[in-house]
């Protein structure tokens, strides 16, 4: 049985798994069932059920994702003091998350302690106590206040071994971890390897954990990329301009795609599906005629090699066009979360 790493509240504040992919290779979104299990070993059954199909004594509705933290429970299990990292690339609304994470747990008796620096702080014993006021102020500013590094101590087992050890040496029975997929491959290492109680929350602005229609920071990445071409679209228009504009998304193109309808683009490339550059010259030679001016959105990791290179290509092909190339890579993940949930 697999350990889902990553889990979400829905509506209801019912615990729902959202990937199991390194244990089964599948993606999933199945309402968990709290059993006893949760409460000794943080295993979590994964399977189908309804209403009629839960088993008698378990909570419905908002008690049963309370349980799984162990807020409701007396028994010796419940969780006293848990910790929360922030890992990886930034992405807006992780303040948002770090400040909703640390009031909770106040406001149901429990210790939260902030880990500095992501896992590498976590390897090195680099702890600080949170409290409400500790967390105030943050929830509109983009980046991480617990700030992010990559470890490569943590890729080792004795690495691994040596963060288990500082949780416990600190009475922490709990840790959330907060970002993209490699944070989340990390944190099932630590779970399998070590026994670590963990919750995972899915947080980029790639938006490519499977089974979370949107991780946070994807909103606000989107949003940023799009503003920038509104405002490209008028010099576009004004010079009769092509505009490449090449956004993040790492190995998905979620982003181009989202900006590219939202921005009524030309054309969009991306790496799920390989363009042909004779396809995209035949466009834009078509929308020049009618419109005057093109803007074609290009996530970084399509397969033709990225703005620069489609740029040139296409200049090549048409050297009529008055092409110019912009990214928004960085501004889109750095950018300030929108109020109030930033994410």
């Given at each position: ?9 829905d ?10 992919e ?10 968990v ?6 409460d000794?070993?943080w ?17 419905k ?14 028994s ?7 910790a ?10 992780m ?8 009031r909770?747990?106040?406001?149901h ?14 390897v090195k ?6 409290g ?6 943050i ?9 992010s ?5 943590f ?13 416990r ?9 907060i970002?993209?997929?490699g ?8 779970a ?7 919750i995972?929350?899915?947080s980029?602005?790639d ?5 979370s ?10 949003n940023?990329?799009l ?6 679209r008028?010099?576009?228009s004004?010079?009769?301009?092509i505009?490449f504009v ?7 193109g979620f982003?181009?795609?989202?900006t ?10 991306v790496?799920?599906r390989?363009?042909n ?5 035949r ?6 005629k ?16 990225g703005?620069?290179?489609?740029a ?9 066009f ?12 750095v950018a ?6 930033g994410?």
């Amino acid at each position: 049985m697999g350990i889902p790493v990553c889990i979400i509240l829905d509506g209801n504040e019912n615990v729902v798994a959202i990937h199991d992919e390194w244990n089964t290779g599948q993606y999933m979104a199945r309402p968990v069932t709290p059993t006893s299990q949760v409460d000794r070993n943080w295993y979590m059954e994964v399977k189908r059920v309804n209403k009629k199909e839960l088993p008698r004594g378990i909570p419905k509705g908002r008690s049963r994702g309370r349980n799984l933290w162990g807020m409701n429970d007396s028994s010796s299990a419940r969780i006293q003091h848990l910790a929360l990292l922030t890992s990886g690339g930034d992405a807006p609304g992780m303040n948002a998350a770090i400040r909703a994470v640390v009031r909770t747990a106040i406001y149901h008796g429990i210790t939260a302690t902030g880990i500095m620096d992501g896992y590498e702080g976590l390897v090195k014993n680099d702890f600080i106590e949170l409290g409400p006021r500790d967390v105030r102020n943050i929830v509109q500013r983009g980046g991480t206040m617990l700030r992010s590094a990559r470890s490569e101590v943590f890729r080792t087992k004795e690495g691994r071994a040596t963060a288990a050890k500082n949780l416990r040496d600190a009475g922490i029975n709990a840790l959330i971890c907060i970002g993209g997929g490699g944070t989340q491959a990390g944190a099932h290492q630590l779970a399998n390897e070590q026994g670590v109680k963990l919750i995972g929350v899915a947080s980029t602005i790639d938006n490519d954990l499977g089974g979370s229609d949107r991780t946070i920071g994807f909103d606000t990445a989107c949003n940023t990329a799009l503003e920038a071409m509104d405002r490209l679209r008028d010099t576009a228009s004004s010079y009769g301009r092509i505009f490449f504009v090449e956004v993040m998304g790492r190995d998905t193109g979620f982003i181009a795609m989202h900006t590219g309808i939202a921005a009524g683009a030309e054309y969009v490339m991306v790496p799920e599906r390989r363009e042909n550059v004779d396809e995209l010259v035949r466009v834009l030679e078509n929308r020049a005629k009618e419109k005057g001016s093109c803007i074609v959105v290009v996530a970084e990791g399509d397969q033709e090699g990225g703005a620069f290179k489609l740029a040139d290509a296409v200049k090549e092909s048409c050297p009529q066009f008055d092409i110019r190339v912009g990214s928004w890579a960085t501004c889109s993940a750095v950018a300030t979360p929108p109020w109030p949930i930033g994410c």
